[in-house]
Nanobody, 123 residues
Framework: QVQLVESGGGLVQAGDSLRLSCAAP??????????MGWFRQAPGKEREFVAA?????EYADSVKGRFTISRDNDKNTVYLQMNSLKPEDTAVYYCAVTTDMSRLRQWNKYAYWGQGTQVTVSS
């Protein structure tokens, strides 16, 4: 079941930028009750937190200063702007929505997920 629809992944070179988008069709998103997040999973590795936003964004140390999370509640959409991409950013990226505002960095607190989009950074 595809709950959220994400797009924007692709193959880029180190130093390039990508913007991921994640929409929640048929759902009204409000910062009063919803937080939105991005997680990623590389082959052979555990799913890891990337960024989350309710009123403001918070980030994993590995992406801080390079990635920016934002949301447009009128469009029920969350974005992840990724700059200065590195090969170690290569992973499948998943967006998610939660109504549980505690422990936003933990993936098992999120109930709704996108299908995943592949980001591959070469060089």
């Amino acid at each position: 079941q595809v709950q959220l629809v994400e797009s924007g992944g692709g193959l880029v070179q180190a130093g390039d930028s990508l913007r991921l988008s994640c929409a929640a069709p048929g759902r009204t998103i409000s910062s009063y009750i919803h937080a939105m997040g991005w997680f990623r999973q590389a082959p052979g590795k555990e799913r890891e937190f990337v960024a989350a936003i309710r009123w403001s964004g918070e980030y994993a140390d590995s992406v801080k200063g390079r990635f920016t999370i934002s949301r447009d509640n009128d469009k029920n959409t969350v974005y992840l702007q990724m700059n200065s991409l590195k090969p170690e950013d290569t992973a499948v990226y998943y967006c998610a929505v939660t109504t549980d505002m505690s422990r936003l960095r933990q993936w098992n607190k999120y109930a709704y997920w996108g299908q995943g989009t592949q980001v591959t950074v070469s060089s």
